[in-house]
């Protein structure tokens, strides 16, 4: 038996720290997920205005700043009990698909797919094999010609002529769990760049209606501020020419790319079998006019007695038993605390990356262990993110989703039971950028129609500081399922909770001892070389984990954490 330690784990979230214990045969026994960063932006919020805290809530996160920013002002306005005119819920929808097409091809490409892509294997690759694999997965290839796949290779090979390998360094190339070819990595690798500049076509497809990216700021409580954008025919127009380059990309390059790797890794253990926690659940997300895209629900016990039902939000609680905070008890969140009772990490030996025993500090196993809280659905842990929502709505015969999953599943010749792994939860991602790309403009088109007979953008609505309110914000970003929860009394918050995707994936283990899924689907896991576990960061990865969503730091003493000097 011994311990190995993984942190960080993630490629631009540094918080997340995974041990696992592995026996005799590399194989994973138990597992323990835990953020090393503390929340403070609920007690930021306390005391202040509830219509600015959406202002302050978006800046959890530097990805996905909007989510929380609409969860915040919608928070308030759902405590305040104020509808929005349809105009700004259709605008809400256009800058939510904006976040999600970006976040979605950034994840695969540049946070998930090197645990699928060895890059130096592109190097011997033969370009002309290489268009060839691509037109297997594409009628059009994005950027797969000879000359263009040359190009790639002639640029990777100036980073490693120069003996670094700059924004791919710090891998594991050559591991034997690689299983794509040199041409398809190569094709995959040629994507990678490609999606570089397709980020920046949706940051500016986001500020086209929220004036900036990250951190917009056209939201407001009763409805939005970017009236003169949505009433210019010119700025509805860059929309379209925009959000359809970035749909050009998810159907020539992503969708191609996922079909690829589904095709190459179905077999490959550490990307299969692994469904973690089997109880999903998602929100009602993207509203266009009518009706939302896809529905929210949840579902329990998928592998076994799969039940499909509403939520109800009585049943969720967050609780501390295993995490830094003083209050154990379960509490829902409207009345959440988080005073921190940090009881430090305890010393052992671990292997280190040459394979060898050194001095560590290790997470207490029979104690607190992390910053995340547990949340839990009726005293279960839950399972949130794409493919929660792809099971929720394929179980609820959305028929949209229907559509996409049976034509994968019949394209690659693969079972339902077999997207409930790492595989599914990378695959569930491409599927919600496809549908979303084909779907949200219909949002665009009635935002249009609306107009024509109203061009209302903010409802007026009076704050009585006498009174007590509470109200919620439960949806989707694009890991999971977000809530915010708000109390105000005498016209300020009174007390703020955001239960976020990643507390529910990272949870650390409970008072009945259950396991959040990113700690249940790393056993069992064999992995190859204990020096370089490929495997575990894989698993991880796919769920596109982001910590600074679930934990903040904060000096409650004010003292200076750093300086930063900038055009000195």
């Known amino acids: 038996m011994q311990k190995i330690v993984v942190d960080p784990i993630t490629r631009i979230e ?29 007690t930021i919020v306390k005391g202040r205005d509830p219509r600015d805290v959406g202002f302050m809530t978006q800046r959890i996160c530097g990805v996905c700043t909007y ?61 002309a094999k290489a268009e060839a694999e691509a037109l297997k997965w594409c009628d059009k290839p994005l950027v797969c010609g000879v000359g263009e796949l040359k190009a790639v290779q002639e640029k990777l090979k100036t980073f490693v002529d120069k003996g670094e390998l700059g924004i791919f360094a710090n891998a594991y190339w050559g591991h034997k769990t690689y299983r794509f070819s040199p041409e398809q990595n190569l094709v995959a690798l040629s994507h990678y760049l490609e999606c570089l500049k397709v980020q920046r ?29 949505i009433l210019d025919p010119a700025r509805i127009g860059e929309y ?13 390059a992503y969708l191609a790319d996922i079909k690829m790797a589904a095709a190459v890794y179905k077999n490959e253990p550490s990307v299969m079998n692994d469904v973690g926690v089997d109880n999903f659940m998602c929100a009602d997300e993207f509203y266009l006019g009518d009706d939302y895209l896809f529905k929210g629900g949840i579902v329990t016990n998928m592998l076994s007695n799969p039940v499909l039902g509403a939520i109800d939000e009585s049943k969720i609680t967050e609780e501390a038993t295993r995490s830094w905070y003083k209050n154990d008890k379960a509490l829902h969140p409207y009345d959440g605390e988080q005073e921190p009772n940090y009881t430090g990490l305890k010393d052992e030996k671990t292997l280190n990356a040459k394979g060898e025993l050194e001095d560590s500090k290790v997470f207490d196993m029979n104690g607190k262990y992390s910053w995340i809280k547990a949340p839990r659905y009726d005293n279960l842990p839950v399972q949130v993110g794409p493919l929660a929502t792809i099971v929720v709505n394929y179980l609820a015969k959305n028929p949209i989703v229907t559509k996409e999953v049976d034509a994968l599943l019949a394209e690659l010749n693969i079972e339902l039971k077999d997207l ?47 009174k ?15 809530s915010h ?22 949870s650390p283990k409970d008072a009945n001892g259950k396991m959040g899924t990113y700690e249940a689907c790393l056993i069992g896991l064999k992995i190859e070389d204990l020096t370089k576990p490929l495997e575990i960061i894989r698993k991880i990865h796919s769920y596109d984990p982001c910590i600074a969503c ?9 003292n200076k954490l750093g300086e930063y000097k900038v055009g000195v």
């Not at 609409?70 to 819920?89: D, F, H, Q």
């Not at 076509?201 to 500020?207: D, F």
């Not at 929860?485 to 990272?506: C, F, H, L, M």
């Open 201 to 229: 076509t949706a940051a500016q497809l986001m500020a086209i209606f929220g004036a900036k990216q990250p951190h917009p700021q056209s939201l407001t409580v009763g409805g939005v501020t970017c009236v003169m954008d």
């Open 468 to 482: 007590e309110y509470k109200g919620r914000f439960i949806g989707n970003a694009p890991r999971g399922m977000l």
């Open 67 to 127: 989510s929380h920013y609409r969860a915040g002002i919608e928070a308030a306005e759902n405590a305040l009990g104020i509808v929005p005119p349809k105009n700004a819920k259709l605008t809400r929808t256009l800058m939510n698909a904006a976040l999600y097409m970006h976040d979605h091809c950034v994840h695969f490409y540049q946070l998930h797919g090197l645990d699928f892509v060895d890059v130096v294997s592109a190097l011997s690759a033969d370009p």
């Open 550 to 558: 679930a934990v903040h730091v904060l000096d409650k003493k004010g």
């Open 240 to 252: 379209k020419t925009k959000f359809l380059e970035i749909s050009d990309f998810i159907h020539r």
């Open 485 to 506: 929860w708000i109390r105000i009394k005498d016209g300020i918050v009174q007390n703020y909770q955001a239960v976020v995707p990643s507390t529910w994936n990272a």
């Open 420 to 466: 409930l792994s790492t595989l599914g939860r990378t695959a569930a991602r491409m599927i919600e950028a496809k549908i979303i790309s084909e779907h949200a403009l219909k949002a665009l088109d009635n935002l249009v129609e609306n107009l024509k007979v109203d061009q209302s953008t903010c409802a007026p609505y009076k704050i009585d500081n006498s």
């Open 14 to 42: 540094g918080h997340l720290r995974v041990e696992v214990i592995v026996d005799d045969a590399n194989v994973v026994t138990d597992a323990y997920a835990g953020s090393t960063l503390w929340r403070g932006i609920e």
